[in-house]
């Protein structure tokens, strides 16, 4: 059986203690629903968010990692040194590190299996751009993204993958896909992994939807069937709108 989650992705905001104010804020929220919580710090602050929220429910994720699992990469962090500080969800392929870092789907399926190597949970996001989806190419795109990152893995492998579908050109635009048009997206994710896989792995993953998710629409796009939550950006830095979204499965 499937997991609702919502995602906050902080991506590139919060100091310290702005982190602590925040993370203070969302402990002080119900959780009325039954979808799982989790949050994205940037990695200074992963431990001590992780430190914060060890008396809660709510699930702290990295925004990014390296494929190596050591050696010499300036600046960049380990699926291992993730784990060692207890972090074991690493959001993957955000398109933000796909356009500014030029991750690519084969550097991404690398990622993916040193996360799996070290036994974490692996959101990995995908979607289309806008002029894919302009000339009706959006699920060619979405297919090839994810038979190119993912579809080397064996069954068993996808209990630790969450996917998330967020078109390029509602990330952060106050642009949303609409209910229907997530809907459909997510059906054909769901048929194009059921196609590979197995239906039992397809009814299985749970598909988050991101994009410009609001407390005003995150209920209607939640009730869609094949969506199971969201991947929140802006949204997510305050934590009365975070847990508007959250509580959109109460
Ligand atoms: C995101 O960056 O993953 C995202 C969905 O951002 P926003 O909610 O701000 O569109």
């Not at 402990?27 to 060890?54: C, H, M, R």
């Not at 784990?83 to 969800?89: L, S």
């Not at 997510?186 to 407390?215: C, M, Q, W």
């Amino acid at each position: 059986m499937r997991k609702n989650i919502v995602a906050g992705n902080w991506k590139m905001n919060n100091d310290l203690g702005a982190t602590a104010t925040l993370i203070t804020a969302l402990k002080q929220k119900k959780n009325e629903g039954n979808a799982e919580v989790i949050i994205a710090p940037t990695f200074v602050n992963l431990y001590s968010a992780f430190d914060s929220l060890s008396d809660s429910n709510i699930t702290v994720a990295a925004q990014n990692m390296h494929q190596a699992e050591s050696g010499a990469y300036t600046g960049e962090i380990s699926a291992g040194m993730l784990k060692g500080i207890g972090v074991d969800t690493v959001i993957l392929g955000h398109s933000e590190r796909r356009a500014y870092f030029h991750e690519s789907d084969e550097l991404l399926a690398q990622k993916v299996d040193s996360a799996l190597k070290n036994n974490m949970r692996i959101i990995f996001c995908f979607g289309e751009e806008l002029e894919d989806r302009k000339a009706g190419k959006e699920e060619n795109v979405v297919g090839s993204q994810l038979k190119n990152a993912l579809f080397h893995l064996d069954a068993s492998a996808w209990s630790n993958i969450v996917l998330a579908y967020e078109p390029v050109w509602a990330i952060g635009t106050g642009e949303t896909a609409s209910p229907e048009q997530a809907q459909d997206m997510h059906a054909f994710i769901r048929k194009t992994v059921a196609e590979k896989y197995n239906s039992d792995v397809a009814e299985n993953v749970s598909i988050l939807y991101g994009g410009s998710v609001k407390p005003a629409n995150a209920k209607e796009i939640f009730g869609k069937p094949d969506v199971d939550g969201g991947l929140i950006g802006g949204a997510a830095l305050k934590a009365d709108d975070f847990f508007d979204i959250v509580n959109a499965f109460a």
